[in-house]
């Protein structure tokens, strides 16, 4: 049975976009950051902030992030829908006047920009009011499925035309965040799913959905499904080593869709760090879990009710093994279910 979306009673998106423009007029220049390893609903965030600056006459915003496109989808996203990306390692935030967050907040463990940089807006939808210094601006509403579905609202009352690669990619970023309509989902992002629906350029669309893969992805498949086990209705996959982290939430999200299970989490490795994504079907505690998780063990991360992340460092005196034994130890403790004995999922 299909939930109800949320009803919503906020409705100041009119007010929200003068101050936005207030905060970030006459600047000529601008960067827009995404938090590191970028998804869709960040890249398309970042793109629509970019096309908005740009109808403000704010010449050539640059959007940056750290990390790197890794999953097949997002890298199609940004081929197919030409939306130039800058890596952060190639950006001297000296040369922009204002800096732009979309979909991470300063201070959460997963942006590159160095903490003294103070960030002049921010527009998210994560839980948890920022502790960072933000200089004039933030709407953030972790009432609401995507960034991309603020973003879409900020653009509709600036009267500014939509046009089909940016709807195609607005479009996506809602689609993804919500799990197609299915998890923390508010009647906004349906208006706007709704509404971009009928400005999208759908054989884009079709070839981000289903991109060419490389062979590692089957790889990754194989040791994940390998790796799989279950402790009662929790479903786990360690993936080990990982050429990008975009996988760990990608076998999440494969393998969540298996029968009689509520809770998934998978992990891997990926530059000293273990990366994990948790996903959960009825329970709304995946964002909770996330941040106890790192709490715990160091790291940063958290998220929304049926969908989190983080990571973990592993320190230079610990073992990649040693530190997962402690992972697994800590996530049994908090799942409590340090008792079952874990079954081979396939
Ligand atoms: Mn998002």
């Given at each position: 049975m299909q939930k109800q979306a949320k009803t919503l009673?906020?409705?100041?998106?009119?007010?929200?976009?003068?101050?936005?423009?207030?905060?970030?007029?006459?600047?000529?220049?601008?960067?827009?950051?995404?938090?590191?390893?970028?998804?869709?609903?960040?890249?398309?965030?970042?793109?629509?902030?970019?096309?908005?600056?740009?109808?403000?006459?704010?010449?050539?915003?640059?959007?940056?992030?750290g990390g790197f496109v890794g999953r097949a989808e997002n890298r199609a996203m940004v081929r197919f829908l030409d939306i130039a990306m800058v890596p952060f390692v190639l950006i001297d935030v000296k040369e922009f006047e204002k800096i732009i967050l979309v979909d991470s907040f300063p201070g959460k463990g997963n942006i590159s920009l160095p903490a003294p940089v103070v960030v002049d807006a921010v527009i998210d939808h994560h839980p948890a009011p920022p502790?960072?210094?933000?200089?004039?601006?933030?709407?953030?509403r972790n009432n609401?499925?995507?960034?991309?579905?603020?973003?879409?609202?900020?653009?509709?009352?600036?009267?500014?035309?939509?046009?089909?690669?940016?709807?195609?990619?607005?479009?996506?970023?809602i689609k993804t965040d919500t799990g197609d309509m299915r998890r923390d989902v508010s009647s906004f992002d349906l208006d706007c799913y709704k509404y971009l629906f009928g400005l999208i350029d759908h054989q884009l669309l079709s070839y981000i959905e289903y991109p060419d893969r490389d062979v590692e992805f089957f790889r990754l498949l194989h040791r994940a499904t390998q790796s799989a086990?279950?402790?009662?209705?929790?479903?786990?996959?360690?993936?080990?080593?990982?050429?990008?982290?975009?996988?760990?939430?990608?076998?999440?999200?494969?393998?969540?869709?298996?029968?009689?299970?509520?809770?998934?989490?998978?992990?891997?490795?990926?530059?000293?760090?273990?990366?994990?994504?948790?996903r959960s079907k009825n329970k709304n505690t995946a964002g909770i879990q996330a941040e106890q998780l790192v709490r715990l063990l160091g790291g940063s991360g958290g998220g929304h009710g049926r969908a989190a992340a983080g990571r973990v460092q592993i320190l230079p005196d610990?073992?990649?093994?040693?530190?997962?034994?402690?992972?697994?130890?800590?996530?049994?403790?908090?799942?409590?279910?340090?008792?079952?004995?874990?079954?081979?999922?396939?």
């Amino acid at each position: 049975m299909q939930k109800q979306a949320k009803t919503l009673k906020t409705t100041d998106f009119g007010s929200k976009t003068a101050q936005f423009k207030e905060c970030i007029l006459p600047a000529q220049s601008v960067l827009i950051l995404t938090h590191d390893y970028p998804d869709p609903d960040c890249i398309a965030s970042a793109f629509g902030i970019s096309h908005l600056c740009s109808f403000w006459g704010v010449p050539s915003p640059v959007i940056s992030f750290g990390g790197f496109v890794g999953r097949a989808e997002n890298r199609a996203m940004v081929r197919f829908l030409d939306i130039a990306m800058v890596p952060f390692v190639l950006i001297d935030v000296k040369e922009f006047e204002k800096i732009i967050l979309v979909d991470s907040f300063p201070g959460k463990g997963n942006i590159s920009l160095p903490a003294p940089v103070v960030v002049d807006a921010v527009i998210d939808h994560h839980p948890a009011p920022p502790d960072g210094n933000i200089r004039c601006f933030q709407d953030i509403r972790n009432n609401i499925g995507a960034t991309s579905t603020l973003i879409t609202k900020y653009l509709l009352e600036a009267g500014c035309p939509i046009p089909s690669k940016l709807a195609t990619a607005l479009f996506y970023g809602i689609k993804t965040d919500t799990g197609d309509m299915r998890r923390d989902v508010s009647s906004f992002d349906l208006d706007c799913y709704k509404y971009l629906f009928g400005l999208i350029d759908h054989q884009l669309l079709s070839y981000i959905e289903y991109p060419d893969r490389d062979v590692e992805f089957f790889r990754l498949l194989h040791r994940a499904t390998q790796s799989a086990v279950s402790y009662e209705n929790l479903g786990y996959i360690h993936l080990g080593s990982v050429s990008t982290p975009d996988y760990v939430a990608e076998m999440a999200d494969l393998f969540h869709s298996l029968e009689k299970i509520e809770w998934m989490i998978s992990s891997g490795i990926f530059r000293n760090q273990i990366f994990f994504s948790i996903r959960s079907k009825n329970k709304n505690t995946a964002g909770i879990q996330a941040e106890q998780l790192v709490r715990l063990l160091g790291g940063s991360g958290g998220g929304h009710g049926r969908a989190a992340a983080g990571r973990v460092q592993i320190l230079p005196d610990e073992t990649a093994n040693n530190k997962m034994e402690h992972f697994e130890i800590v996530f049994k403790r908090l799942f409590k279910i340090e008792d079952v004995q874990p079954e081979k999922l396939i």
